[in-house]
C-alpha cells in the first residue's frame, strides 16, 4: 500500500519567517495530494490540495509544489503568524482507492511571537 | 448545519468492556471513514463504507467492527476493548467522486484501562 513520509516532525520559527513542510509518498499511481491543520484539540482541516496534473498551487500565504518524478510534495507558509501553530498533516490517495487517505505522521509548527 | 457529529466525546472503558462509537453527518456524503490518532503516529485508517450498507477494512481494522445500516450514519464497535485501543478517533465523510476534501468530526478520546 501507500507510503507517506513527513519531514520535520517539528519546526520552529519566528514570526514572519516562511515555514516548508515536505512528503515523499511511494506509490506513483497517487493523484490526490491534500494537506490539513489541527490545532490543538481540535479535528483536522483541509487547507490546500493540488492533483497531479498541477505542479503549483497558491492560495494567499500557503503554497503546495508536486514533483511526480521524485515523488514528493510540499508545504510552504509565507510570512508566518502565531495562529498559524498547528500539527500539519499531508495526505495521498489514487483515483479508484474510494478517497481513502493514507496520511503522514505529521509536523508540529510552532511560531514564536 | 451540524456537520460531522461524534458521540461520545469522552469515554473509559475498563479492559474487555465493548462500545460504539457513534458518526453522523447531514451532508449527504456517500463516503464515510473511521480514523484513529495516536501520538506520532498522524491519522491511521480504521474501517471505511462507500454507501449505505457496505462497509470495508482499512490500515489497521483488527478490533473494530462497524456498521452502516443509515447514509448519515456510521458506526464504529469495540467488542473487547484492550488498552492498545486507547486512542482519539476521527470520523470523516466526503461527498463522493470528484471531491476529496474529507471533513472531520471533533474527535472521541477512548481510554482503555
Known amino acids: 500500500g501507500e507510503n507517506v513520509e513527513q519531514h520535520p516532525s517539528t519546526l520552529s520559527v519566528q514570526e514572519g519567517d516562511s515555514a516548508v513542510i515536505k512528503c515523499t509518498y511511494s506509490d506513483s499511481a497517487s493523484n490526490y495530494f491534500p494537506w490539513y491543520k489541527q490545532e490543538l484539540g481540535k479535528r483536522p482541516q483541509l487547507i490546500i490540495d493540488i492533483r497531479s496534473n498541477v505542479g503549483e498551487k497558491k492560495d494567499q500565504r500557503i503554497a503546495v509544489t508536486l514533483n511526480k518524478t521524485a515523488k514528493h510534495f510540499s508545504l510552504h507558509i509565507t510570512e508566518t503568524q502565531p495562529e498559524d501553530s498547528a500539527v500539519y498533516f499531508c495526505a495521498a490517495s489514487k483515483e479508484g482507492s474510494n478517497y481513502k487517505l493514507t496520511f503522514g505522521k505529521g509536523t508540529l509548527l510552532t511560531v514564536n511571537p | 448545519n451540524a456537520g460531522v457529529t461524534q458521540t461520545p466525546k469522552f469515554r473509559v472503558l475498563k479492559t474487555g468492556q465493548s462500545m460504539t462509537l457513534l458518526c453522523a453527518q447531514d451532508m449527504n456524503h456517500e463516503y464515510m471513514y473511521w480514523y484513529r490518532q495516536d501520538p506520532g503516529m498522524g491519522l491511521r485508517l480504521i474501517h471505511y463504507?462507500?454507501?449505505?450498507?457496505?462497509?470495508a477494512k482499512g490500515e489497521v481494522p483488527d478490533g473494530y467492527n462497524v456498521s452502516r445500516l443509515k447514509k448519515q450514519n456510521f458506526l464504529l464497535g469495540l467488542e473487547s476493548a484492550a488498552p492498545s485501543q486507547t486512542s482519539v478517533y476521527f470520523c470523516a465523510s466526503t461527498k463522493g467522486p470528484n471531491t476529496g476534501e474529507l471533513f472531520f468530526g471533533e474527535g472521541s478520546r477512548l481510554t482503555v484501562l
Open positions: 463504507s462507500v454507501g449505505e450498507g457496505t462497509t
